[in-house]
């Protein structure tokens, strides 16, 4: 039971490129989220799914996309990728949503 | 919209003291739930106690205890007897659909 893991762990892009961050959870979880963690901001809520095909915007949602085909699954694309997204980011999966949060090691992502 | 203020950025402490983390919290909902997590220097998020808004009962495990008074909207973290290994940012969250962080409290632990 590896619970939920992200890859990469680290990532340097140049502003504009794109990519995904990759998400899993192994737990059979209905709900699944993403954050991302600035200094002195705590954690905020990008987007979040509460089941496959099921997706809706969190706090800061713009620059992102998600979506979810598979229940295991929630990728995060950076569709243009701005110094402004540099941050950690952790995905986190629970049964339904009020329940704890499991969250994955996190992504460190730097963007010059 | 619903809002969590830890209003204590940063907490330091000797080894042994008790010390106590406030969490104030706003929400127009009835049913909701209020989470602790802890980071430790690490960087993982470690889930602490989560409490659904119809239990005030305090809960106490080891050295922490978590006292809930919906009359002031509060979720406080105390933790007994202070260890260095205490060292962590504490989170207060607050969750119906969406999981809402507060911005954290450093608390050193000093030897």
């Known amino acids: 039971n590896a619970g939920v893991t992200q890859t990469p762990k680290f990532q340097v892009l140049k502003t504009g490129q794109s990519m995904t961050l990759q998400c899993a959870q192994d737990?059979?979880?209905?709900?699944m989220s993403w954050y991302r963690q600035d200094p002195g901001m705590g954690l905020r809520l990008i987007h979040y799914?509460?089941?496959?095909?099921?997706?809706d915007q969190g706090e800061v949602p713009n620059g992102y996309n998600v979506s979810r085909s598979t229940t295991e699954d929630f990728p995060l694309r950076l569709l243009s990728a701005a110094p402004s997204q540099t941050s950690v980011y952790f995905c986190?999966?629970?049964?339904?949503?009020?329940?704890?949060?499991?969250f994955g090691p996190g992504t460190r992502l730097t963007v010059t | 919209a619903q809002k969590v203020t830890q209003a204590q950025t940063e907490i330091s402490v000797v080894e042994k003291e008790d010390v106590t983390l406030d969490c104030v919290y706003e929400t127009r909902d009835t049913t909701y739930y209020l989470f602790w997590y802890k980071q430790p220097p690490s960087g993982e998020l470690v889930f602490l106690i989560r409490r659904n808004s119809f239990d005030e009962q305090n809960e106490i495990s080891g050295r922490y205890s978590w006292n809930f008074q919906k009359s002031t909207s509060s979720f406080n973290f105390t933790i007994t007897a202070s260890q260095v290994v205490d060292s962590a940012v504490y989170f207060c969250a607050l969750s119906n659909y969406k999981l809402t962080f507060g911005k954290g409290t450093l608390l050193t632990v000093n030897p």
């Open positions: 799914s509460v089941g496959a095909g099921i997706t």
């Open positions: 737990m059979n979880h209905e709900y």
């Open positions: 986190a999966s629970s049964y339904y949503r009020g329940y704890e949060q499991y």
